[in-house]
Every structure is written in C-alpha cells, then in structure tokens.
C-alpha cells in the first residue's frame, strides 16, 4: 500500500493567517492526490484535486501544488469557516490511502 | 442536483448482519462509481472499496476484504454496504462517495451512515 503522512497533525492559526498543510507519499503518486476538508459532524468536501486544481464552487484562497511525492495545500488568507480537519488522498493506486488528517484550530 | 442518500442509524448486536444502503440521485449512477470510506469514532478515513454499478466490477481494500460486502442495484440506483456477522469494531460512521472514474477524486459524498454494534 501506498502510505500518505501529513504534517502537522494538528496546527493552531488566527483569522487572516497564511496555512500550509503537508504530504508525503511513500512512492511517486505522480499528480493523483486529492485534498479534503471536514468539519465536525459533517461528510468531508473535495477541496483540491490532480494536487492543483481547484473543486468547483471551493474559494480561490485555497490551493494545492506538488507533484511526485510531496504535496501542500496552502490557505492564503484563513477564515473563520476554514476551522476544520483536512485530509489528502492518493488515487493513483486503486488501493486509495487517507493521510492521518490535520486539525485546523482558532489561535 | 447530485445526491447521495444514505440509510439512517442503526443499533446492532454482535453476530447479527446488516446492509446500509447509497441512494443516488441527479447523475447517470451507472456511469460513475461508488466507493466506500470508513471513519471509527475520533479517527481519520479508511478506504473500504469501490463498485461500478454499470457492471458490478468491485475492488476491496485488502483491510476489508473479507470483511464487509459492496453491491449495487441499478435499477433502483442504490449501491449497499454489507456485514453477515458484525463486531464491536465495526462501530463507525460509514460514508458512500462517488467518483467519476478510476482514479478521480471522490466528488460527492453522501451524509454518513452511523453504524453502533453493541451487546
């Protein structure tokens, strides 16, 4: 199996701060890895997918690059409904992996 | 619309068997597939498996081969998730996804399935 590790598990921002979550494949997924957001409760929302394209209707602060083995998503400019946990996903093998997800909290 | 209905709640003893269903609506359901993603109370999501309702061809994580059951009715656009023989473990939200092809992200998620297996 192909294994994705995130960093950091967790991270603590404030409102308008710049965000950048990583992860890792454990081989090259080339360019299939997708990026999910998830708040409490809820089912997750494809946010970022081929690691740089943006999901329709996902706001433009949000964005993916990387290819290979190392990939980020970055939020440019945090807003208070950005609070959530946030999972990348490789597709590249059809055996699909989740990352171990990243909590987003309030500073 | 794209949609994903899942079936509500269910309370099941170990040993009993279950199926919990992914009602498809506002697309062509025999053109994209299902899959299944786990989540176990405070934890990340788990892969299960995927199906293609047009054919019925089916993949497994090899975590839940064995394990757990994927089928698909098309005539009634509804792919099913099933156990013959549950445990405690198998407690967890369980969430229907769609993806366009092999490959392809999950685009749509259905609203989550809570499965609670206790004595």
């Known amino acids: 199996d192909i294994q994705m590790t995130q960093s950091p598990s967790s991270l603590s921002a404030s409102v308008g701060d710049r965000v950048t979550i990583a992860c890792r494949a454990s081989q090259s997924i080339s360019t299939y890895l997708n990026w999910y957001q998830q708040k409490p409760g809820k089912a997750p929302k494809l946010l970022i997918y081929a690691a740089s394209s943006l999901q329709s209707g996902v706001p433009s602060r949000f964005s993916g690059s990387g290819s290979g083995t190392a990939f980020t998503l970055t939020i440019s400019s945090l807003q208070p409904e950005d609070f959530a946990t946030y999972y990348c996903q490789q597709s590249f093998s059809t055996l699909y992996t989740f990352g171990q997800g990243t909590q987003l909290e309030i500073k | 619309e794209v949609q994903l209905v899942q079936s509500g709640a269910e309370v099941k003893k170990p040993g009993e068997s279950l199926k919990i269903s992914c009602k498809g609506s506002g697309y062509s359901f025999t053109s994209y597939w299902i899959g299944w993603v786990r989540q176990m109370p405070g934890k990340g999501l788990e892969y299960m498996g995927i199906?293609?309702?047009?054919?019925?061809?089916?993949r497994y994580s090899p975590s839940f081969q064995g394990q757990v059951t994927i089928s698909a009715d098309k005539s009634i656009s509804t792919a099913y998730l099933q156990w013959s023989s549950l445990k405690a473990s198998d407690s967890a939200m369980y969430y229907c996804?769609?993806?366009?092809?092999?490959?392809?992200?999950?685009?749509?998620w259905g609203q989550g399935s809570l499965v609670t297996v206790s004595s």
């Open positions: 996804a769609r993806q366009d092809e092999v490959g392809a992200p999950f685009d749509f």
């Open positions: 199906i293609y309702p047009g054919d019925s061809d089916t």
